[in-house]
């Protein structure tokens, strides 16, 4: 009985640590899923070519981001653009409409070739990364660490149009709407394309009647912004109100215009700290912007 207590108690330990062993590894494989909090390897924005988030978040197919995800560009004197002039600098600022608690998104800008057109350089809520798509390399815009969260409602990076023109430029942008879970499950991930055209040395007259007649003031009485425009057909309006630092204070979608002359109010949730504002205005696939200021 003596020679047989041995290997029995060797045997039993031997199983013991290599369970402990087993155990541990799960752990750790784990803590290593792909809770991407400093944002996803470049190649996620679903353009052509390349995977989107659903490809580590488990949430369901990603869905239309048309209005969750809010993207403007703005030229040097802060005014949302529509088409881009060769060269030059543009602040692009990014919002999802939810705010959600966890959040994270990445973006990239092509040209009709699906090449990178033009460069992008990190703001203080993203930075940039860099992928090889098809045998070219592009650029991507993401989310940091520390600016996935609802405490950052707009992520704003530089771009830098391109020297020649490309044609019409495409931003891809995927948003990820995270359900805070410490997990990669139950994610909703939302993806949208956004349209720059290429550079135009003339507007129609058509435009600028159209822009003529946008104005902005603000309610003081009713802590609001009364909007009067003509519209020159009947489309969704989405207004993007950011102060003078590209901050989003409001993002909305407030109804359907009319044909010709509208008048619409957007009230404020909570009352804004004096100083001057950018109302933005979407509609007829054109951008719009006046500055009020809230006394």
Same mark, same amino acid.
């Given at each position: ?6 290997? /029995? ?13 087993? %155990?541990? *590894? ?15 390897? +470049?190649?996620? @924005?679903?353009?052509? +070519? =390349?995977?989107?988030? &659903? ?11 048309? @209005? =969750? ?5 703005? $030229? ?26 966890? !959040? ?47 405490? &950052?409602?707009?992520?704003?990076? &530089?771009?830098?149009?391109? &020297?020649?023109?490309?044609? $019409? ?5 995927? *948003?990820? !709407? ?5 997990? $990669? ?21 058509? =435009?600028? %009647? ?10 003081? =009485?009713?802590? +609001? ?29 407030? +109804?359907?215009? !009319?044909?010709? %002359? ?31 200021? /809230?006394?």
């Amino acid at each position: 009985m003596k020679k047989l207590l041995i290997p /029995v108690v060797l045997l039993t330990t031997s199983l013991g640590f290599f369970a402990f062993r087993s %155990e541990l *590894s799960n752990s750790n494989q784990f803590h290593k899923s792909p809770l991407d909090v400093n944002g996803a390897a +470049g190649g996620k @924005t679903g353009a052509p +070519g =390349e995977q989107n988030c &659903t490809s580590c978040h488990s949430g369901g197919s990603a869905q239309a981001g048309t @209005t =969750e995800n809010i993207l403007t560009v703005l $030229d040097a004197n802060n005014n949302p653009v529509t088409n881009y002039t060769l060269g030059s600098t543009y602040t692009v600022t990014l919002a999802m409409n939810s705010n959600p608690a966890k !959040k994270g998104f990445q973006a990239t800008a092509l040209s009709g070739n699906n090449a990178m057109a033009g460069t992008f350089t990190a703001g203080t809520t993203t930075q940039i990364k860099t992928a090889t798509i098809s045998g070219g390399q592009r650029k991507y815009a993401d989310h940091k660490g520390s600016s996935n969260t609802s405490a &950052t409602p707009l992520w704003s990076w &530089t771009w830098t149009a391109p &020297t020649t023109n490309v044609g $019409d430029v495409i931003f891809y942008v995927a *948003s990820n !709407k995270a359900n805070n879970n410490n997990s $990669d499950s139950g994610d909703q991930i939302f993806l949208s394309q956004h349209t720059i055209t290429a550079p135009s040395s003339t507007a129609g007259v058509e =435009e600028n %009647e159209f822009k003529s007649f946008f104005k902005a003031s603000y309610n003081i =009485e009713n802590n +609001g912004v009364q909007l009067n425009f003509n519209s020159l057909k009947a489309d969704r309006i989405h207004v993007n109100i950011v102060d003078l630092t590209g901050r989003s204070v409001l993002a909305k979608n407030i +109804g359907i215009a !009319k044909i010709g %002359e509208n008048s619409e109010f957007v009230s404020f949730p909570n009352q804004l700290p004096k100083g001057y504002y950018v109302v933005n205005m979407f509609l007829n696939n054109k951008a719009l912007s006046a500055k009020i200021v /809230v006394q």
